[in-house]
């Protein structure tokens, strides 16, 4: 299937992979069908950002990133009803993305801890989640960790 996007022209998809998300996103809740893109080159290292491109909706992406990437024991705790409304979770079954805000000064760029994207492979559905944990931030700055991981100073 041939989708249009505005930051990628039209690209090709695997229906396969186009995820439901029955409330949408907040803010986007018009959008039900999104699917991941990830920007792939030839040196075998996994990038740190994809996109959550909106089948619907051209203009709707997302900046999303494994923050277990920067944040190896990242434990978002969810209530069970927002689960269920995905499926029957198995822990093999689950891509939790959490979604990145890059302004121009990059140094202060954030990931949402606080509402994960969380999706069911087994269903094909997802939902943006609100976890319990309180210590958890909307706006976490991760620059200075990522530098630090790659080397920098």
């Known amino acids: 299937m041939v989708i249009k996007t505005k930051n990628f022209?039209?690209?090709?998809?695997?229906?396969?992979?186009?995820?439901?998300?029955?409330?949408?996103?907040?803010?986007f809740e018009d959008l039900k069908k999104f699917t991941i893109i990830q920007q792939e080159d030839n040196?075998?290292?996994?990038p740190l950002f994809c996109w959550l491109q909106s089948i619907e909706d051209p203009e709707t992406s997302f900046v999303i990133m494994d923050v277990y990437d920067i944040i190896p024991d990242y434990?978002?705790?969810?209530?069970?009803?927002?689960?269920e409304s995905i499926g029957e979770?198995?822990?093999?079954?689950?891509l939790i993305?959490?979604?990145?805000?890059?302004?121009?000064?990059v140094s202060?760029?954030?990931v949402n801890l606080k509402a994960p994207v969380v999706i069911n492979l087994t269903t094909k559905?997802?939902?943006?989640?609100?976890?319990?944990?309180?210590?958890?931030?909307?706006?976490?700055?991760?620059?200075e960790e990522l530098k630090k991981k790659n080397g920098g100073e």
């Open 9 to 27: 022209g039209n690209i090709d998809i695997n229906e396969e992979n186009i995820y439901t998300f029955d409330c949408g996103i907040p803010a």
């Open 43 to 46: 040196s075998g290292i996994k």
């Open 75 to 83: 434990n978002p705790l969810v209530y069970d009803s927002d689960l």
């Open 89 to 94: 979770v198995k822990e093999d079954n689950l």
């Open 97 to 105: 993305y959490n979604i990145v805000v890059i302004p121009q000064t």
């Open 108 to 110: 202060k760029m954030s």
């Open 125 to 143: 559905k997802g939902k943006q989640m609100v976890v319990k944990n309180e210590d958890y931030s909307v706006k976490y700055y991760f620059y």
